[in-house]
Every structure is written in structure tokens, then in C-alpha cells.
């Protein structure tokens, strides 16, 4: 028996923004167990006082459930359909400093600063960059966001701000990140709700995985690209992740400094 692929909704959103928030903000992780690169966590904002006009993006799901083609043609779309979306970043050096759930915290508040900043000003954070780098070093960890169909001067005043989140998984690894030290301070605070397989259910946190996916994806090809002497580990086929090609590159040739030193490379 064939069990029909469950497409995400629009009712967890529906339901924040039903109890007075103004923005809903969608998240999912990508890069948690990859050897390589920076871990991200991608954010994807809706403006409640359009929630009449939201609609399910045609062919969005679990980034995981998508053939790499079609991650690729639903980008674009999913940039334009969000509200603001940003993808957050953290250094291998960083996961390694803090390991890999309080690094995917920081991922996230820097994700969410920007689109704090970006739907109240229009501008980026000084972190923020409007296309992903070709090229980036060991300790790259800035934030890649946008503003989706709307024109900047529709967005929101920061008096009418209030922030809902949804993040994938059964743990809220955003809240006690938020005023740390290590993240950069928010606008506003945002309440945390955590869905079980959010990115099959929720179509807010599926577009966040299909963004920052591709956001990745692409970085860790242009990074092997633009670095021939690291051919040997294949990135750009396994995007950082513990591939048997990079596992025994890593044992013949020892870890690069993209690496996650604390983990079991080999």
C-alpha cells in the first residue's frame, strides 16, 4: 500500500497569527552533520496582515523528499513567495567551539536579526549580504537573506512588530540562544513553537529548508570550485558530508581548516 505523501499547510502559521503576531517565521537546519562547512539554519518570514492571501507554493515538501533538480527550480519561487528570508550561518571553528546545537541557536537569531532589520528598515545587518559568496574563508559565518515580492516601503513598523517562530524538530534550540552573548541582539523577541516534522507539515519551515538546502548546497560546490587543492574531498558531490570519498581523503590527507575538528572525521 502506497501512502500519499502529506503536503505541508499553512495552519500552524494561521494559528500565530491568529493570536496577534505580526510576523511568522518559518526555520530549518541544514549542515548539522556535515564534516565540512558551516552548518545554517534557513528562516522564511510571512507578514500576517496578508495571511488572507496566503497560499500553499505549488510543489514545496521536505527539502529531504525533493530531487536536487527540483530543490534548484523551487528557489526563486520560494524567495518571492516569502514575506523576507534569510539563511544564517555559522563556522566550522565556531560548531567546534560550541558544538552543533548552541552553534544552529546562533545560526538562527542571526537569521532572524535579519529579517527583523530587513522588514522594518529595508537594509541589511552588517552581517547581511544579498547573494551567497563564491568563495569564503574558514570563519565565514555572515547571514544571506532577501525581500520577497513585496516592495520594501509595505513592509512593517518595528512599534507593530511582533515575532512567532516554528522550528523543526522536537527542540526549541532558539530561545535560550537569544540575548546570549554569542548572538547579535533582536529587534524584538520571538516566541518559539516546535512541530515534529514541521518541514512536511508546515509551509513556512518547508520553503526554510528548500532555501538554506540550496543556499548550502551551492556554496560548498563553489567552495570546491574555487579551491582545486581540495579536490580530493569531493564537496562538491557531497556537499561536506561524510561521504566514503571524503572519509578516506581525510584519512590520506588530514582534516582542511573548513573541518570540524572536534568530530569523528575518519
Known sequence: ??????????????????KGYSL???????????????????????????????????????SKMLTEVRRESLLEPLKAWSAVWAVGAVSSREVDEWGITYALGVAAVRALNEIETLVTTGGHTDLGLGEAPTDFTPDWHDTIAGLGGEEPDLRINHANLRVAGILDGPNDYI???VNSFDAP????????????????????????????????????????????????????SN???????????????????????????F
Open 1 to 18: 500500500m502506497v501512502v500519499p505523501r502529506q503536503a505541508p499547510t499553512l495552519d500552524h502559521e494561521r494559528a500565530l497569527a491568529n
Open 239 to 265: 556537499k561536506g558530508y561524510g561521504s566514503v570519498p571524503h572519509r578516506a581523503a581525510i584519512a590520506a590527507n588530514g582534516a582542511t581548516e573548513y573541518h570540524r575538528k572536534t568530530w569523528h572525521l
Open 175 to 177: 530561545t535560550p540562544v
Open 24 to 62: 511568522v517565521v518559518g526555520f530549518d537546519e541544514v549542515g548539522r552533520g556535515s564534516l565540512a562547512g558551516p552548518a545554517m539554519v534557513g528562516a522564511c518570514a510571512l507578514l500576517s496582515r496578508d495571511a488572507d492571501e496566503w497560499t500553499v507554493p505549488s510543489g514545496v515538501a521536505d
Open 185 to 236: 541582539p533582536l529587534l524584538e523577541p520571538i516566541a518559539m513553537t516546535t512541530v515534529v516534522k514541521g518541514d512536511r507539515k508546515c509551509a513556512s519551515v518547508a520553503a526554510a529548508a528548500v532555501i538554506s538546502k540550496v543556499t548550502r548546497d551551492r556554496m560548498m560546490a563553489d567552495l570546491a570550485a574555487a579551491h582545486p587543492e581540495f579536490e580530493a574531498y569531493a564537496w562538491a
